[in-house]
């Protein structure tokens, strides 16, 4: 089955600076990648996704990159602001059925700590 | 619209005990998911339903049990339950490969 790495463990970054979280993956036929981010006592919330035809993706102060040759995936945010200060997901899938049903398969998590 | 609900929030129980975990989503998604959520692992797939009617394992299935109920409700079943059990449990519902998530139950088993 699917396996995700997710590193670093813990980030921390000055308030204003670039925070970046990498992935990688093992299934070749993964296809779909998200990210969710999960603050303190509150359920993963999807952020950003990107799919296996795109290489980038952005959403005003976060992006993502795929590198399907390399087998990894990186989460940016830039200008970071005390409110990112959570824990990231990353996962990834692949279709397994004709229902168009995708499992997710996460990472470990990193908690991301934006000091003021 | 509420999106994802699960009740209960908080859970305490003894070894060998038994409950179940509720979940609705009201946003008419077809699959629904169950997680569990431990220190250092990440998210753990127990069981998903891609449809009303049908329930298959995911990646950790011992010692729970899940019925969807009807396209709103899936629930999650723990008969006898163990400290190992001690997590906070997610559910999802999905549209396509997006998932939405519900806020949690956090059990605690003695």
């Known amino acids: 089955g699917e396996n995700v790495e997710q590193h670093p463990s813990t980030l921390s970054v000055q308030e204003g600076d670039s925070a970046v979280i990498k992935c990688t993956y093992s299934?070749?036929?993964?296809?779909?990648f998200p990210w969710y981010k999960q603050e303190l006592g509150k359920g993963p919330q999807l952020i950003i996704d990107?799919?296996?035809?795109?290489g980038e993706k952005k959403d005003q102060r976060i992006a993502v990159t795929l590198n399907k040759t390399a087998k990894h995936f990186s989460l940016h945010i830039t200008e970071t602001q005390p409110e990112d200060s959570a824990v990231y997901f990353c996962a990834a899938s692949a279709f397994i059925s004709n229902f168009g049903n995708e499992k997710l398969t996460f990472g470990t998590g990193t908690r991301l700590t934006i000091i003021p | 619209n509420a999106g994802v609900t699960q009740t209960p929030k908080f859970q305490v129980l003894k070894t060998g005990q038994s409950m179940t975990l509720q979940c609705a989503q009201d946003?008419?998604?077809?699959?629904m998911y169950w997680y569990r959520q431990d220190p250092g692992m990440g998210l753990r797939l127990i069981y998903y339903?891609?449809?009303?009617?049908?329930?298959d394992k995911g990646e950790v299935p011992n010692g729970y049990n899940v019925s969807r109920l009807n396209k709103r409700e899936f629930s999650l079943r723990l008969e006898s339950a163990a400290p190992s059990q001690t997590s906070v449990y997610f559910c999802a519902s999905g549209l396509a490969d997006t998932q939405y998530f519900g806020p949690g139950t956090r059990l605690t088993v003695l």
């Open positions: 299934d070749s036929a993964s296809n779909y």
């Open positions: 946003m008419n998604h077809n699959s």
């Open positions: 990107i799919r296996s035809n795109v």
């Open positions: 339903s891609a449809s009303e009617g049908t329930t």
